[in-house]
T-cell receptor
Framework: RKEVEQDPGPFNVPEGATVAFNCTYS??????FFWYRQDCRKEPKLLMS???SGNEDGRFTAQLNRASQYISLLIRDSKLSDSATYLC??????????????????FGTGTLLAVQP | EADIYQTPRYLVIGTGKKITLECSQT?????MYWYQQDPGMELHLIHY???????EKGDLSSESTVSRIRTEHFPLTLESARPSHTSQYLC?????????????FGQGTRLTVV
C-alpha cells in the first residue's frame, strides 16, 4: 500500500463546477499535511496547508480527518486557470540511520484536473 | 518567490559520464530533498537531509549519491549516467519544525542520458 494515495483522475469538469479531491495516508502519526499544485512541466507549488480544524482560502477548502487518515480539497466555481495536477503531501515520521527520528515529505500521485470552457 | 536554485535546468549527456546536479537555497532551511519525476508521473523521494552532514535515502532506490557539507548546498551525483536515469530531478527545502513546514521547490533539472 502506498503511503499517500490519491485518485489520479483525470477530472474533466465545466467552468463553474465544484470539484473535490480526496487523499488517504497510511501513517497515523503523520503530523502535517498540504495540498500542492503542479502545472505541466513546472515545479510543485504550495496551494494550502491543511489544519485539523479545516481551512478555507477563497474558493479552496481543505479538511483533515485524522481518525480516518483522510484529507480533502474542495474547489468551488472552478476556473480554466485551475487546470493542473493537485498533489496531496504528508509530512511523515522517519527513522534516521543513527537511530534517531526525523520526518520526510511524501507526495501522492496527484490528481489531474482539466476545467473545460 | 522561493530562493532555491537548481543548475543546470537542462542537461543532455552521454552514457557513462559522471554528472552533478546542483541545488542551493538561501533561506537557511535545515531540510533538503531530492525528488525524481518522470513526465506525467508522481514524485518519488530519492534522498533527503535534515542538516549538515546528514543524508538519508528516500523511498525510491536510486544509484545517485548526495552530500550536505553546507546548509545551503545539496548536490546530487551520478557516477556513471545511464539512459534509465533520464528524468526530471526536483530539489526542495523546508524549515525544521514540529510537524514540519511547507517545502519550496527549485525549477528542476531535466536530465537526458543518450
Amino acid at each position: 500500500r502506498k503511503e499517500v494515495e490519491q485518485d489520479p483522475g483525470p477530472f474533466n469538469v465545466p467552468e463553474g463546477a465544484t470539484v473535490a479531491f480526496n487523499c488517504t495516508y497510511s501513517n497515523s502519526a503523520s503530523q502535517s499535511f498540504f495540498w500542492y499544485r503542479q502545472d505541466c512541466r513546472k515545479e510543485p507549488k504550495l496551494l494550502m496547508s491543511v489544519y485539523s480544524s479545516g481551512n478555507e482560502d477563497g474558493r479552496f477548502t481543505a479538511q483533515l480527518n485524522r481518525a480516518s487518515q483522510y484529507i480533502s480539497l474542495l474547489i468551488r466555481d472552478s476556473k480554466l486557470s485551475d487546470s493542473a495536477t493537485y498533489l496531496c503531501v504528508v509530512n511523515m515520521n522517519a527513522h534516521r540511520q543513527d537511530g534517531g527520528a526525523t520526518n520526510k515529505l511524501i507526495f501522492g500521485t496527484g490528481t489531474l484536473l482539466a476545467v473545460q470552457p | 518567490e522561493a530562493d532555491i536554485y537548481q543548475t543546470p535546468r537542462y542537461l543532455v549527456i552521454g552514457t557513462g559520464k559522471k554528472i552533478t546536479l546542483e541545488c542551493s537555497q538561501t533561506m537557511g532551511h535545515d531540510k533538503m530533498y531530492w525528488y525524481q519525476q518522470d513526465p506525467g508521473m508522481e514524485l518519488h523521494l530519492i534522498h533527503y537531509s535534515y542538516g549538515v552532514n546528514s543524508t538519508e535515502k528516500g523511498d525510491l532506490s536510486s544509484e545517485s549519491t548526495v552530500s550536505r557539507i553546507r546548509t545551503e548546498h545539496f548536490p546530487l551525483t551520478l557516477e556513471s549516467a545511464r539512459p534509465s536515469h533520464t528524468s526530471q530531478y526536483l530539489c526542495a527545502s523546508s524549515m525544521r519544525g514540529l510537524g514540519g513546514t511547507e517545502a519550496f521547490f527549485g525549477q528542476g533539472t531535466r536530465l537526458t542520458v543518450v
